[in-house]
């Protein structure tokens, strides 16, 4: 018997179940669904950015604020505290030429105007200094005084004025 | 030029339209073509549940993919090589996933051949796939259309949009260039 030597011949497909057509037709829905999600979250995808990048400004903003709204230190202040008095005496000794008279006096009585006012900031307003003077008062009532108080003009001539 | 069919130029129509046109269009895309496409997948696979999942991805790439389809081919090429493009993706994931590859079989050998006889199903399956890949992208279409999805020419014809003719001199040329490249490698 002459022998069969096509490879094809000696070869058999197995079979294997092809769906039917429910199949293929709830396969195309779900193509179809799938699609319309994704068109959909392509859609809302600008959306969710600006609403990120609007929440990512809001949140500079408020964190940035604190920063700008700090004051600053007056470093001039600063770098008069750290001199002390005995520097700053031997300073303008040194240097007291430099200084204009004029300046200086306006200075002395600004610091004395500033000093009478905190002063009386420090005084009750309803609190009033009285100076006694014996200028309205006569002789007489000076005598009246003396006698109903029963005292001696002499013992005070003794103890006070010799 | 265009390489379509009159009902497939029909079909890309109503895909490229929006709302239910479109609906419809991919339907009967996938009525018309879908079980050829689980037929070769599963060839390349071996396994129904790989085939599932792949059909699938590939129906969701020609959905949104179809601008891009130029026309110079038929609809049903352009479907092919994405399909098998697809396949050969999932496959090499998969291998890297789990480090083993596919090694079911499509074939059973029928005792009576020199050179076939004394191999196993699994190892003239491999052959078989390497030679398929070896050929010509033409031959290659034409050889599963015609063996692995037993079409008739006139069939075959009117998919791809060749003459009966020229099909069976693919097909010829296919057959003989498979069955040397898997007797080289058995004889050796």
Request: charged share 30%; glycine share 2%; no cysteine.
């Amino acid at each position: 018997m002459k022998e069969n030597n096509d490879l094809f011949d000696h070869l058999k497909k197995k079979e294997f179940t092809i769906p039917d057509t429910a199949y293929f037709n709830s396969l195309a829905d779900k193509v179809i669904l799938e699609n319309q999600v994704k068109k959909k979250t392509f859609v809302m995808r600008p959306v969710i950015w600006i609403t990120a990048a609007a929440a990512i400004i809001i949140l500079a903003i408020i964190i940035v604020k604190p920063t700008t709204s700090y004051v600053q230190p007056d470093f001039t202040q600063l770098a008069f505290n750290d001199i002390s008095s005995t520097e700053a005496e031997n300073y303008i000794n040194a240097n007291l030429n430099d200084f204009e008279i004029d300046l200086i006096e306006e200075l002395i009585i600004s610091d004395n105007a500033i000093q009478e006012n905190s002063d009386t900031t420090k005084t009750q307003p309803n609190e009033v200094k009285q100076t006694v003077t014996f200028d309205n008062i006569s002789k007489e009532d000076i005598l009246n005084y003396f006698e109903n108080e029963n005292i001696d003009i002499e013992d005070l001539e003794e103890e006070s004025f010799i | 030029m265009t390489n379509s069919h009159p009902e497939d130029i029909e079909i890309i129509n109503m895909l490229v339209q929006d709302g239910k046109n479109s609906d419809i269009g991919f339907k009967t895309l996938v009525m018309k073509y879908g079980e050829s496409l689980f037929r070769q997948i599963h060839f390349m696979t071996k396994n129904k549940t790989y085939t599932d999942d792949i059909l699938q991805n590939v129906f969701i790439k020609v959905y949104e993919n179809l601008s891009s389809f130029k026309q110079e081919s038929s609809l049903y090429t352009w479907l092919y090589r994405i399909a098998r493009n697809e396949t050969l993706n999932f496959l090499e994931k998969e291998k890297r996933r789990t480090g083993v590859k596919v090694e079911d079989h499509y074939f059973e050998i029928i005792a009576g051949h020199s050179v076939l006889d004394g191999n196993t199903s699994e190892r003239i399956s491999e052959l078989l796939d390497q030679a398929i890949e070896s050929l010509p992208e033409k031959q290659k279409l034409v050889f599963k259309l015609k063996y692995l999805e037993d079409l008739k020419y006139s069939e075959i014809a009117e998919k791809l949009k060749m003459s009966e003719g020229g099909l069976k001199a693919n097909f010829h040329h296919a057959k003989q260039k498979i069955e040397d490249f898997i007797l080289a490698r058995l004889n050796h």
